[in-house]
């Protein structure tokens, strides 16, 4: 669409319509209301570019015992010795010649969890899409559809991304146990890096537990609390965790690419990982 | 403890209009809405404002102040630093008919479109049995007092006006969670007609009616979402669809 | 306009004025009777001050305790009432509540439960039982919610069936009436105008139910929101009917008194029924020196049973917090005058000390947030500052209780706090809204019967003509009086002259300032034109308030004694001879005159109900040795 017929389109509708009030400015808000998505964009983008060269460096991701999450499980051929906990089904995959990163393989799912979170999406649509920038700021959209049409309607599809969700979880928790392990492969040592993988899976239970079809799931979905006491119980439980979701959301992000960074610090400099015991 | 503001108040009609400059006396503990009256006892006799409890009880006095969707008798004068110019407009969502005052029919229109509570049939006053668990969901709902900050900041029909014959709004989707809630609703299609009928598809979760809801009912977590999830059991989730034509859940649960 | 030809009319069965619980409840009525209706309110629909009740709805359902029945409420409405109640009235209402609220259930309220699922019911100021179905302490909300939503449904099955929503039953929102408009002596329709446009508007219909509330803001410091101008009460009044002892008024006990903005706004009584206790400045928890000897054996004399009683209550007396209302804003009214006050002229009121911040939060979670966002106190840690504000007019129209006709005027109905008789002296907490819902259906009732027995009554164009004339009247003139501050010298006098203690001095003071306001008030002038002109609509509403003043302070002056709503400091006791009268107020077109009426007996039935030695301190020995009429 040529920009002066979104313009003419934008004068005639939204707070701008005929009959509302005859107001120039499209918000008169004189609070610094433009910061919080601009913060929103800074951390995603900043994550997206260092999770994307992190994905096409495809090394420096496994430092015995300690796995980086963005490649856990690694499931290619290609992966370093000892990454593979579940083996590799897939052999590896090639794309114009190059060979696909085993990253890319299982990034996608907690992607898709994230992409669909109902936080992640006031998020997103707030900072990149501006649909709106803030409330009662007007959007630059002449037309607006919602998550009624492809490819926004996936959005409703959480549930089965919450469900994957679960399964990395579990596996980024053997890791976590596994971190428990001394390079020599002995059980019973703990270092920084335990710690640090111990945190992420803690974190991102804690964003699966807060997440809103947990919710539904759980108990949301019911009509009579009181025939289920104990579906009852453990939906005051998700809920009051639920009010916590987006600080989940944020700090498990945060954590996933940190944990990444500190196992690919200590891939190029063993003594990093400080052992306790 | 007087002090004396500077306001910028929209005055005009559905034709033409204005923010005009006023300064006035404020006293200590004062409301934007009484520095309104103020204006119209001694400046402006004919400004125009809708208000009735001015205890945020009835949702009447709904306005925009600096640009942020209100009720002004919930507005502290005190919240605004002494230089600032606090401006006044009207509700940019609907129409305006005069001044501070919106034509808000396009909600009661909406609410004429959900169709209303369905009791059992041969259920007779006095008998239904309800446990507090059971009810507290939509009690939350029925907080509401109507005051239509949610419908006015909803970007989908705010910034497009052609959304409104499709879109019921935020505080008709707490009004369908309120009912598909309650423990005793007959009406079973009330997801399926949230989704094709009001518009529930059209939210995009951006929660700024949450943010405004001077109740601070949680509109988004505890009444869109579970709507969006309800209706994605029905709707977007073939295996709770095939599990649905198995064994009759709605029953059970 | 004065031109006919593009004078908005509507024709309808019966035409109800406010759009409160009282009206709607009317409107519901008359629909399922067969009938069209329109509703008229001046605000938007679902904006009626109902909304501001917050402790409950009275009914004697025994959910809670199943003693409760009809007549320990009629006893204690009575009680309340000092006994001046219209006994009919408040046996109706005993009668009917329970069906009311089951009915409210019915359409969708949904009142806080019972361990066993039922309507839960929470103890209240004068009620003996826990009797007030509530929910949390937005009751009324829940109230003016339920009955719109039920309109809607109602409108809903009119779409489907006659595919027009609105055929048998419309709301007119923002509009006015000025004017109840009779032929023939009998109703004929009501004339107003749209608040929005200015443009009048004319309702032809047979019958015309009156439910617009009350009147608070004659005074100066209320909880009544800007609508309670006593509309309804003067349009009866100049419609030939007869207002029925308007000098009760109840001053609510705790009003919020601080900050400015929100002073008048109401504490709801709860905060005392869940453990709130009133010290003064002094620290002390005055109300124990309160308690009027016909309450010493329903009351705790001392801290230690007073605070035993929220955990038994079979076997302790009530705190005396939980006096009726007028006991406690004469005990506030007179700490404040001895100066034990707060800095800001009221008392404390404090439940931090009782509940923990969770509880309060949960059972009173209404005023948390009234207190926080408006006064930035939180009751969970500190005390409120309360002290009297007007709250509730207990005389009004005078009605038969049976069809809520107003007395005199064929076709004209009245039902809720526009009407009289129900509350006799003093209100109690809680029956407000079953009042709305017993005598708001009762009216629809009785005008969808009058309706069917009489027909249509034309409006003649003399009658249209000279209620445009009146409307256009504040606009002819210029530079005449400004309805702003007549209303404000209004409150003045009301609320020094006419107010919580009263003497006749000053009564006769008022009414000759009162007069001379009135006088006045026929020179206002407005400035701006028709459209949604706030200062247009307070010349109307204070041609109202002002009739509602004079029937007050004229009431006021002729009884001779101190009773609920009423206290004269130069007649302090109750005098049993009183008892036996009720004061009808009548507008002769010029003046409001005062004359005395009977006051019906008790029926030998009902006085059988009460402990002799309980109705000796009300009656006199005639009285109880004719042992009610029969």
């Given amino acids: ?277 | ?253 | 306009m004065s031109s006919s030809q593009t004078l908005e009319k509507h024709k309808y069965d019966v035409v109800i004025i406010g759009a409160g619980g009282a009206g709607l409840r009317a409107a519901v009525e008359a629909r399922e009777a067969g009938l069209s209706v329109a509703i008229v309110c001046k605000s938007l629909f679902g904006k009626a001050h109902t909304v501001m009740a917050e402790g409950g709805a009275a009914a004697s359902m025994g959910n809670v305790n199943d003693n409760d029945n009809w007549m320990v409420h009629f006893r204690d409405t009575m009680r309340g009432g000092k006994f001046l109640n219209h006994y009919r009235m408040a046996e109706l209402h005993a009668k009917e509540a329970p069906d009311r609220i089951w009915e409210l259930e019915m359409w969708g309220a949904l009142f806080d439960r019972t361990q066993e699922g039922k309507i839960s019911q929470r103890n209240f100021g004068g009620h003996e039982y826990p009797r007030l179905a509530h929910v949390g302490d937005r009751t009324g909300l829940e109230l003016i919610r339920t009955m719109q939503q039920r309109i809607v449904a109602l409108q809903q099955q009119d779409a489907k069936e006659f595919g027009d929503a609105e055929k048998n039953m419309k709301v007119f929102a923002e509009v006015t009436i000025t004017e109840i408009l009779k032929e023939n002596g009998k109703v004929s329709g009501a004339y107003g105008y749209r608040r929005e446009t200015g443009s009048e508007v004319l309702f032809e219909a047979p019958a015309v139910v009156i439910a617009t509330g009350g009147v608070g803001k004659t005074f100066k410091i209320t909880s009544n929101s800007w609508e309670g101008t006593g509309d309804g009460h003067a349009l009866a009044l100049k419609a030939g009917a007869n207002l029925v002892d308007m000098e009760f008024l109840q001053f609510h006990p705790t009003g919020m008194v601080w900050p400015l903005s929100v002073k008048g706004i109401l504490v709801t009584e709860s905060v005392r029924g869940e453990g709130g206790i009133l010290t003064n400045s002094l620290g002390e928890r005055f109300m124990f020196k309160y308690i009027p000897d016909v309450f010493k054996d329903k009351y705790a004399d001392n801290e230690a049973e007073a605070d035993r009683w929220y955990l038994d209550q079979d076997n302790n007396r009530r705190p005396p917090e939980l006096l009726p209302r007028d006991e406690v804003a004469r005990a506030i009214n007179s700490e404040v005058k001895a100066g034990r006050g707060t800095e800001h002229g009221g008392v404390f009121l404090d439940v931090s000390k009782r509940l923990s911040a969770e509880v309060i939060k949960k059972r009173l979670p209404s005023m948390w947030h009234q207190f926080y966002e408006l006064a930035g106190v939180d009751i969970t840690k500190e005390p409120m500052e309360v002290g009297p504000t007007c709250h509730y007019v207990m005389g009004g129209v005078e009605v038969e209780p049976d069809s809520a006709a107003a007395v005199g005027v064929d076709g004209l109905f009245a039902a809720g706090e526009v009407a009289g008789g129900m509350h006799g002296s003093n209100r109690l907490g809680g029956n407000s809204l079953t009042d709305l819902l017993v005598f708001g259906r009762r009216a629809g009732k009785g005008a969808a019967e009058y309706v069917k027995g009489h027909g249509a009554n034309p409006v003649s164009e003399s009658a249209i003509e000279k209620a445009s004339a009146k409307i256009e009247a504040p606009f002819t003139r210029t530079g005449g009086e400004n309805a702003y501050t007549l209303h404000q010298e209004l409150q003045e006098i009301t609320h020094n002259l006419v107010g919580i203690i009263r003497t006749g001095a000053e009564l006769t003071e008022a009414i000759a300032k009162i007069a001379d306001i009135r006088k006045r008030s026929a020179n206002i002038s407005v400035t701006g034109d028709r459209k949604f002109n706030p200062g247009f609509h307070l010349a109307f509403d204070l041609d109202n308030m002002l009739l509602v003043a004079e029937s007050t302070a004229k009431s006021a002056l002729l009884r001779e004694e101190s009773r609920g709503g009423h206290t004269r400091d130069d007649f302090p006791g109750m005098n049993s001879t009183w008892r036996q009268v009720n004061h009808i107020a009548s507008f002769d077109g010029d003046k409001v005159n005062i004359k005395a009426q009977a006051l019906p007996a008790l029926p030998k039935e009902l006085f059988d109900l009460f402990d002799v030695h309980e109705l000796e301190k009300y009656m006199t020995s005639e009285e109880i040795a004719k042992g009610g009429s029969k």
């Fill in chain 1, 1 to 277: 669409m040529q920009p002066r017929l979104g313009r003419l389109l934008l004068m005639a509708t939204g707070v701008f319509s005929q009959g509302r009030a005859k107001i120039s400015e499209r918000t008169l808000r004189t609070d610094k209301w433009w910061i919080q998505p601009l913060i929103t964009v800074g951390v995603l983008l900043s994550f997206i570019v260092y999770a994307t060269w992190r994905a096409f460096e495809g090394a420096h991701y496994y430092a015995e015992p300690l796995i980086s999450p963005f490649y856990s499980p690694c499931l290619s051929t290609t992966c370093v010795e000892g990454s593979s906990l579940l083996g590799t089904p897939f052999g590896h995959i090639v794309i114009f010649g190059m060979v696909l990163s085993p990253a890319f393989i299982i990034l996608i799912f907690p992607l898709g969890f994230r992409m669909t979170c109902y936080y992640y999406r006031k998020a997103y649509f707030r900072s990149f899409w501006m649909s709106p920038p803030a409330c009662a700021v007007a959007e630059p959209h002449a037309k607006y559809t919602g998550e009624t049409k492809a490819p926004l309607i996936v959005n409703n599809g959480h549930r089965y991304f919450f469900y994957i969700g679960l399964v990395f979880n579990t596996l980024l928790t053997i890791d976590a146990l596994l971190a428990f392990k001394n390079p020599q492969g002995q059980w019973g040592h703990m270092s920084i890096g335990t710690v640090v993988l111990l945190l992420n899976a803690t974190f991102l239970w804690g964003y699966s537990a807060s997440c809103h079809s947990c919710r539904h799931a759980i108990g949301g979905r019911l009509r009579h609390f009181s025939k289920h006491p104990f579906r009852y119980k453990a939906w005051t439980v998700v809920s009051r965790l639920n009010q916590k979701h987006q600080n989940f959301a944020w700090v498990s992000l945060i954590w996933v690419a940190f944990s990444d960074f500190f196992v690919r610090m200590v891939s190029l400099h063993p003594t990093w990982n400080k052992y306790f015991f």
């Fill in chain 2, 1 to 253: 403890m007087a002090r004396t503001l500077k306001l910028r108040i929209w005055r005009g009609d559905d034709k033409t209009g204005g923010l005009q400059d006023v300064t006035v006396e404020a006293n200590h503990g004062e409301v934007v809405l009484d520095i309104i009256h103020r204006v119209q006892a001694t400046q402006m006799g004919d400004l125009a404002v809708r208000w009735n409890c001015k205890a945020g009880k009835c949702g009447s006095c709904s306005m925009e102040i600096n640009g942020k969707p209100r009720l002004a008798c919930m507005t502290q004068v005190a919240a605004y630093p002494e230089d600032e110019t606090i401006t006044i407009t009207p509700l940019r969502a609907f129409p305006v008919i005069k001044d501070l005052v919106t034509d808000v029919s396009f909600n009661f229109k909406k609410a004429m479109e959900i169709p209303s509570l369905q009791m059992p049939e041969g259920l007779k006053p006095g008998e239904p049995r309800m446990q507090q668990v059971d009810v507290e969901r939509s009690q939350e709902f029925r907080k509401c007092i109507e005051c239509f900050l949610c419908q006015n900041t909803c970007h989908v029909i705010r910034d497009h006006e052609e959304n409104k014959k499709s879109f019921a709004g935020p505080r008709f989707f707490i009004r369908i969670a309120e009912l598909d809630m309650h423990p005793l609703d007959m009406l079973r299609n009330r997801k399926k007609t949230a989704q094709e009928e009001h518009g529930l598809g059209l939210c995009n979760i951006t929660k700024c009616c949450t943010e405004v809801c001077p109740e601070h009912i949680k509109i988004t977590d505890n009444a869109i979402i579970p709507m969006k999830e309800r209706v994605a059991d029905e709707k977007y989730d073939p295996i709770r669809w095939l599990g649905s034509k198995i064994r009759r859940r709605e029953e059970v649960l």
